[in-house]
């Protein structure tokens, strides 16, 4: 039997694929972030129909958390949540998270309460089912390019959080942030706190230092710790205590991080002046 050229490169393909995805830790980062995001994208396409059956709706987001949860299992990505008791209110609240990267997706589904949506930008929606798939389960996007529109988004969103009972879920530092701190918070999150008078609950993921790297293109499997922390009282604020209100959730945060994180305190915080 002849084997062709063809099938001669197939064979190496087949050989040498498996043989660099060991030795190199590079070519496993890309692959399994490759994967990582196909898989999101297969996944969605399952989903769509599913949702479209209730139409835009934030009951669809239940449908997203089940499909996404079983990816930890893929990646070996140990996670521990701590403070479930805290997420035991009935009323509408804001949750606001770090963002080190897009893996947050696993930390986010392993606690997402019902009816809660994501903000996010706006691109997402651009990002084939898996925008589609967000747009059915009525993740709200914004404009992170317009001020004007993106505070305006939010300010309705204040009203339908309280007319129809839907809990939001914000990553204040506006951006993935790959080097293991805390930024600065932007203030739409508690600004919307304040204007739907609901309380935030701060969540925070612990740093993925030990498996994942963005930088050094380092992606094993590891553990990370998830707390829920108690919830923050907004009655009664004012746009005028915002930035007081930013400030003390971020310092919360940031304590929480560095404990979580196996840190000392104080200096991993380049951001907090
Ligand atoms: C199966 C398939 C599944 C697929 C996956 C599903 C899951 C998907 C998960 C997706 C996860 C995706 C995750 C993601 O995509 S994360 C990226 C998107 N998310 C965010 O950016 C959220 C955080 N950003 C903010 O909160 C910003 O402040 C916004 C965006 C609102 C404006 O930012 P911008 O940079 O343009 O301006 P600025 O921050 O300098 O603010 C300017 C001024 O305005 C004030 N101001 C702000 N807000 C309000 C307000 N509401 N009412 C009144 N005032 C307000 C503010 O205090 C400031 O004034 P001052 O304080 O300086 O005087
Ligand atoms: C036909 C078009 C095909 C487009 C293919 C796009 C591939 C994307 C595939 C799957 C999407 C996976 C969903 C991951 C959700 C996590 C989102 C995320 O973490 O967004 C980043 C955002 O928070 C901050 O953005 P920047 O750090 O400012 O940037």
Known sequence: MEISVGQW???????????????????????????YNGWILLLAVLAIPICAVRGRNVENMKILRFMLLHIKYLY????????????????????????????DLLGMMEILPNRCVP??????????????????????????????????????AAQTMLREDVRVWVFPEGTRNHDGSM??????????????QVPIIPIVMSSYKDFYNKKDRRFTTGKCTVRILPKVDTRGLGSDEVPE?????????????????????????????
């Open 119 to 156: 903000i996010a930008k706006r691109e997402l929606m651009y990002a084939g089912t898996a925008g589609l798939a967000c747009w059915l389960a009525g993740v709200i996007f914004i404009n992170r390019k317009k001020t004007d529109d993106a505070i305006s988004v939010m300010s309705e």
């Open 245 to 273: 209100l930013t400030e003390s959730v971020r310092k919360m945060m940031l304590a929480t991080f560095l404990e979580l994180s196996g840190e000392p305190s104080q200096s991993r915080d380049a951001c907090s002046q």
């Open 76 to 103: 070996g990505i140990k996670i521990e949540v701590r403070g479930w008791e805290n997420f035991s209110l009935k009323e509408p609240y804001v949750v606001v998270s770090n963002h080190q990267s897009e893996l």
């Open 9 to 35: 490169i197939l064979i190496a393909v087949l050989i040498l694929v498996p043989l660099l995805y060991e030795w190199s830790a590079t070519f496993k980062y890309f692959c399994k972030m490759a994967f």
């Open 183 to 196: 930024l600065p918070f932007k203030r739409g999150a508690f600004h919307l706190a304040v204007q739907a």
